[in-house]
């Protein structure tokens, strides 16, 4: 009779019980004395560190859900889905993070109505939890708006993807970003050239191409300025006019027609119409504007980045273009 191998974790084939008992122990109560006895790495020696001694920049959690309460510009209160990333920096001689301590330092304040002054709060309280020198913050959610079609009447809710991202220095130092995407129609003016040329010179009947497209901007605030993600959405609508519609009837989409060919522009017609709407308003300090339009005609997008062109703020090194697929 063969000899009965046993496992570590499983009955074996031959009938062995496992060596180690698994279990999942639903009455055990974790109490102050027995978590005082559990091990911290915070507390591993310098030689546990594995790899080269130098600090991090960033290190900490993403895309951690929660809903949040969110102040309109009309005053009424919304509370979305939120995404959000949290990261400290990390000096040289400490071996990690207590990654928990950032989303409890987070939920301490989740039923506050989320502010500029909130995501502060926040990040002061983990730069003190974490002992770090640098903390920062982005909160991505979908943003409603209700919007009227252009002729027949009808409303539907635009969904806008908008994150709010705050940075606190060691030095100190509060700043305040937000993100927005706008997504609109772009008609080609050399094909609308064309075309009329072919029915003018041929008699031939011909559609100019347009495409969908995306411009995503970066903006800062100037400090103690408030600007809505409202102001955000109507200082693109009016620099590009062509967003894309929610609900339409025939007259709707006819009028869209006609809107797209009164306003017919390029990729840099796109970003210099949104530089200039942007570089006007007195609540803005600094902006990244990063424009694609998914030609239709081509196999390929064309795109532009713009930015404002304060020394020492956001730059046009924007490359993630894959991202303004829309």
């Known amino acids: 009779m063969s000899k009965k191998t046993s496992m570590y974790l499983h009955r074996s084939a ?27 790495m915070m507390e591993a020696a310098h030689d546990a560190i594995q790899g080269a001694l130098v600090p991090i920049q960033q290190v900490g959690v993403h ?9 309109t510009k009309q005053r009424d209160l919304l509370t979305l889905e939120a995404r ?10 400490l071996k990690g993070i207590n990654m928990s301590r950032i989303v409890r330092s987070f939920y301490e304040h989740k039923d506050n109505v989320f502010t500029g002054e909130w995501m502060g709060r926040i990040l002061r309280s983990y730069l003190k939890n974490v ?3 640098d903390a920062r913050l982005k909160v991505g959610f979908s943003y409603p708006m209700l919007h009227q079609s252009l002729r027949s009447g009808l409303k539907g809710y635009q969904y806008y993807e908008a994150a709010f991202e705050g ?7 509060w700043r305040r970003f937000i993100h927005f995407d706008f997504v609109y129609s772009s008609a080609c003016p050399c094909s609308a050239e064309l075309s009329e040329h072919a029915r003018d010179q041929r008699g031939v009947y011909t559609v100019p191409h347009s495409q969908r497209s995306k411009a995503r901007i970066v903006l800062e605030e100037v400090p103690g300025k408030r600007i809505w993600i409202e102001d ?21 989409e006819q009028a869209f027609a006609e809107l797209n060919g009164a306003h017919l522009k390029f990729v840099e017609d796109a970003a210099r119409l949104l530089y200039r709407e942007f570089d006007a308003d007195k ?9 694609s339009h998914l030609e239709s005609l081509h196999s390929h997008d064309a795109v532009s980045v713009i930015c ?4 020492g703020g956001l730059k046009a090194d924007f490359m993630d273009f894959g991202s303004l697929v829309c």
């Open 63 to 71: 895309n951690f859900r929660l809903p949040l309460k969110f102040r």
């Open 232 to 252: 955000v959405q109507a200082l693109c609508l009016r620099a590009l006019q062509t967003e894309t519609q929610v609900m339409v009837k025939r007259e709707d």
């Open 308 to 311: 404002k062109g304060v020394p």
């Open 131 to 133: 002992k770090s020198k």
């Open 84 to 93: 959000v990333t949290g990261t400290v920096s990390l000096e040289a001689d």
């Open 14 to 40: 031959s009938g062995a019980e496992p060596s180690i008992t698994r279990g999942y122990d639903r009455k055990f109560k974790a109490t102050p004395a027995y978590r005082r006895t559990l091990p911290d």
């Open 167 to 173: 940075v606190m220095t060691r030095a100190g130092d």
């Open 283 to 291: 609540r803005i300090r600094d902006f990244q504007i990063a424009c």
